[in-house]
């Protein structure tokens, strides 16, 4: 399985080529830049980003802010367990890296001797970013869109073909969304309990936000029906 891609004439290595050749091309810096950016600075991002959505969905509180919650805890989660599912898979293929059977690469990270198929980055960041879109799009369209470049940047710093990164992708969304519904099931009674505590609620939603029907305009909900029904009264 160790040949998935040995040929010039093969799709995958002619556009490994043609991405890999861009580096060529560019200034040091900019090299030295998608570097950073490809093996660290993208995956930071990623973190960011499912850290902005939970602070939205906790300002936006609501009767689906413990699942929301329990759905961006999954995220990372996804991505790890992701990673440990890659383990099998690469030791199975035993693809060899590009460069080390293909001259004429440019490989902007030296000391890369595990396996190439698939490509961890490639699978963590697609696993986030599925986790992502199923609790707000917006945030997951992003996601998506940096889980994209993550890819690119793996092939253009000649440590990974395009087929690693096409099943870094497949791999993440699949365990991402296979996985979920069990995820979600085992998270969100533990995000419930952790709402309703004194010490945990915040992380779930602030102190402004909605609290569903538990709470409402800042009273129980049974004391509000008790005040409209003096209102009525009178």
Request: hydrophobic content about 50%; some cysteine.
């Amino acid at each position: 399985m160790a040949g998935l891609a040995e040929s010039g004439s093969n799709p995958d290595v002619d556009l490994l080529y043609n991405i890999n050749s861009l580096a060529k091309d560019a200034p040091r810096w900019f090299d030295r830049g998608m570097e950073y950016v490809g093996e660290y600075g993208l995956l930071l991002a990623m973190v960011l980003l499912v850290l902005w959505c939970w602070w939205s969905v906790r300002r936006r509180g609501g009767e689906g802010a413990a699942s929301a919650v329990a759905a961006l805890v999954w995220a990372p989660l996804a991505a790890g367990l992701a990673v440990l599912v890659n383990v099998p898979i690469r030791g199975f293929v035993q693809r060899p890296r590009p460069f080390l059977d293909h001259e004429g690469l440019d490989v902007l990270v030296q000391g890369k001797t595990d396996y190439s198929f698939v490509s961890d980055h490639a699978t963590m960041t697609m696993a986030m970013a599925v986790a992502l879109f199923v609790v707000d799009r917006r945030f997951g369209l992003v996601g998506i869109g940096l889980a994209l470049l993550e890819g690119f940047c793996r092939v253009y710093m000649g440590v990974h073909y395009p087929t690693d990164v096409v099943g870094g992708f497949a791999l993440g969304t699949a365990v991402a969304l296979l996985l979920s519904p069990l995820a979600m099931a085992l998270l969100t009674p533990l995000l419930k309990a952790v709402e309703g505590s004194a010490w945990g609620g915040r992380l779930v939603r602030s102190r402004g936000a909605g609290a569903g029907d538990a709470v409402v305009s800042g009273r129980p909900a049974e004391e509000r029906a008790s005040a409209e029904e003096r209102d009525l009264a009178a």
